[in-house]
């Protein structure tokens, strides 16, 4: 499996961004995690095989949504009232042994985009 991040870019606080990460195939549960400078990466949100269920990291709640277009193998992050702590280099993921139920575990995913930078200034 193979996955290519892109949309990231710089925008002030309070704009908004839509990141898109394309799949070879489609095979199990998709999220996106970030990494800032000096910290370690977190999850922002994953979505399910049937795109039915998502979930989401309590400080984008609200701004961030996850989707995917199956048709596309392709899933999307739409980033809206940004802040500047949201600047970090965002990854997406798949875990192809989950379809119904997702984790916001790192170690759960075994296949990685190669990340796509988003600075918010401010």
């Known amino acids: 499996v193979q996955l290519q991040a892109s949309g990231g870019g710089l925008v002030q606080a309070g704009g908004s961004l839509r990141l898109s990460c394309a799949a070879s195939?489609?095979?199990?549960?998709m999220a996106w995690f970030r990494q800032a400078p000096g910290k370690e990466r977190e999850s922002v949100a994953a979505?399910?095989?049937?795109?039915?269920?998502?979930y989401y990291r309590d400080s984008v709640k609200g701004r961030f949504t996850i989707s995917r277009d199956n048709a596309k193998n392709t899933v999307y992050l739409q980033m809206n009232s940004l802040k500047p702590e949201d600047t970090a280099i965002y990854y997406c993921?798949?875990?192809?042994?989950?379809?119904?139920?997702?984790?916001?575990?790192?170690?759960?995913?075994?296949?990685w985009g190669q990340g796509t930078l988003v600075t918010v200034s401010s």
């Open positions: 993921a798949e875990d192809i042994n989950r379809r119904f139920s997702a984790t916001m575990i790192s170690d759960d995913y075994e296949y």
């Open positions: 195939e489609r095979v199990g549960v």
């Open positions: 979505i399910t095989w049937s795109g039915a269920t998502t």
